[in-house]
């Protein structure tokens, strides 16, 4: 406060400037009370009180019979020179293909998926090794879209190609994975609105609107056991099981 006695005209103009500076001097002052971090904390850029959140995980799984079977099957073989071991592959590759064929598989359910022309290393009695021959591999990956004829495929390649034949292996599959998929997301988000409804009772809250929500990259565990299945005709058995899909979410709501 700045008190002012009338005595002369100097002191009134002093007084007059002083009040001006002090009124400055406060001015400049108020802003800075209205950003002290314990009022701002909680409020928007508005000024309103920002709403709690609460942050929550969802998993959700949906399962099928497989549709599909991908079989794994290869030739390979050994011959002395690069030119031979290459032949003698292409011809064990030509007679898989055409009992594929037979099998009434379409030439798009079939590809190759590798081919290799390595060499054969011996090791002589001096410790050196030495080129003694060539192998050529091919391998490829099969679709039977039939899945009673799994066995019988498997089956009628094996006996077909010999020792030059190779089975890797056969897995299940669903043809179109969307639908699957769209369960599996359906329970994770089920399971992310229980969780956050739980938190919002329990903290005295109702559930508000849903903030964000993002997706995580499904999974694929792979057939689950079941118990064996023999084709009609003969054959390998197989047992395709069960798909199973897996997706995670991650889901941010507000608490009112």
Known sequence: ????????????????????????????????????????????????????????????????APDLAILSAGVEAARPTAKEAMAAQSTAAEVLLAVLRKQGIGDR?????????VPVYTQTKDGESKVTGYQAVQSFSVKVRDLDRTGQVIGAANEAMGDEGRING????????????????EAAYRDAYEKASQHAR?????????????????????????TGVSTDEPGVPTAPGEIEEQVTVSAVFELV
């Open 202 to 226: 329990l903290s005295g809250h109702r559930l508000g609107r849903l903030v964000s929500l993002s997706e995580g990259e499904s999974v694929r565990p792979g057939p689950g056991p079941a």
């Open 1 to 64: 406060m700045t008190i002012c006695l009338p005595s002369a005209a100097r002191t009134v103009r002093l007084c007059i400037a002083t009040a001006l500076l002090g009124g400055l001097l406060a001015g400049t002052a108020a802003p800075a009370l209205a950003v002290s971090p314990g009022r701002t904390a909680h409020r928007t850029a508005a000024g309103e009180t920002a709403p709690a959140t609460v942050t929550v995980a969802g998993s959700g799984r949906a399962s099928a």
């Open 170 to 185: 056969v897995v299940f599959d669903v043809a179109d994975p969307s639908a699957l998929r769209a369960k599996a997301r």
């Open 109 to 117: 359910d079939i590809r190759t998926d590798s081919l290799l022309l």
